[in-house]
């Protein structure tokens, strides 16, 4: 029974999650169309920081426990990877809306079973595969590169699902010698060392009513991953994963509400099938486990 609670837990942290980062993608649009990508992601990047060191400093050996690691650079290099790909995602905000993004970056778990083969050498099934092809002509429908003209924008939101799926792979090859504190450790620090280094350049004033959305950006950003951890703390992956998708749900919804967006038809059917596929393919991992 026990396990039961904790999997309702899970599930309940999970649509928790999903629905505070689909908030914090709402904020981040609104910021990113008003100010630089860049300068919006390190401000949140400092808080992050900040929060990681909290965190870290209150766990036993404090933060040179957090800190040590036998692969700083496999360490270093996820941590910018995940940066770069929020970078490249809020533009693809600012570019798309919030539909279109989130229905072309849904394609990332199928993304992570494609590359987890070469990457963890992992074995891939046919029915996977079939599974990830599936995906593949949903994200081909939602981006529609034989009519008219094809939008370049829409290969930037894609370009983020491939830098996160590779960021998963790694955070998995990470943990065979690093625990999750410290993976998180070196995503915060390094993350916001290197946004400094970027967007000090494109600092520009910003006024008051934005500065109270910028820290609700630093709350929920914060917030999301510490739901996060404590989701697949109580629960098991591969029963929560499932609602990770509902962050496609609350973001088309506020995409239409707050910013007037409309859900086309080819990116609803498109979205349906990479859904389907991601769900199938998660199934199978679990006929597998």
Not at 194 to 210: I, K, L, Q, R, V
């Amino acid at each position: 029974m026990h396990n039961e609670i904790n999997t309702r837990l899970g599930i309940g942290l999970m649509i928790l999650t999903t629905f505070i980062f689909a908030m914090q993608d709402g904020i981040s649009r609104h910021l990113a169309g008003e100010y630089n990508v860049l300068m919006v992601i390190m401000i949140r990047y400092w808080f992050f920081a900040a929060f990681v060191i909290t965190i870290a400093g209150r766990k036993a050996g404090g933060l040179r426990a957090a800190a040590r690691t036998t692969q700083p650079i496999l360490q270093s290099f996820r941590a910018l990877l995940l940066v770069t790909e929020i970078c490249v995602m809020v533009l693809g905000f600012t570019l798309l809306g919030l539909i279109e993004s989130h229905a072309v970056f849904t394609a990332y778990p199928l993304l992570i079973a494609a590359l987890s083969g070469p990457v963890l050498g992992e074995r891939v099934g046919w029915r996977r595969w079939a599974a990830i092809g599936v995906g593949f002509i949903g994200v081909m429908i939602i981006l529609q590169p034989g009519f008219g003209v094809f939008r370049v924008e829409a290969v930037v939101p894609l370009l983020a699902a491939f830098m996160f799926a590779l960021y998963g792979l790694l955070t998995r090859y990470a943990a065979r010698r690093d625990n999750a504190a410290t993976s998180f450790f070196w995503t915060g620090i390094v993350g916001a060392i290197g946004m400094t280094a970027a967007g000090a350049w494109f600092w520009e004033p910003m006024t008051g009513p934005d500065w109270g959305w910028m820290g609700l950006l630093c709350i929920t950003g914060a917030l999301g991953h510490w739901t996060l951890i404590k989701c697949y703390e109580v629960a098991e992956a591969s029963s929560v994963q499932p609602f990770a998708y509902l962050q496609l749900v609350f973001g088309s919804m506020l995409g239409l509400t707050v910013f007037g967006e409309v859900i086309r038809t080819n990116v609803a059917i498109g979205a349906g099938l990479i859904v389907g596929a991601g769900l199938f393919t998660l199934w199978r991992e679990r006929q597998n486990a």
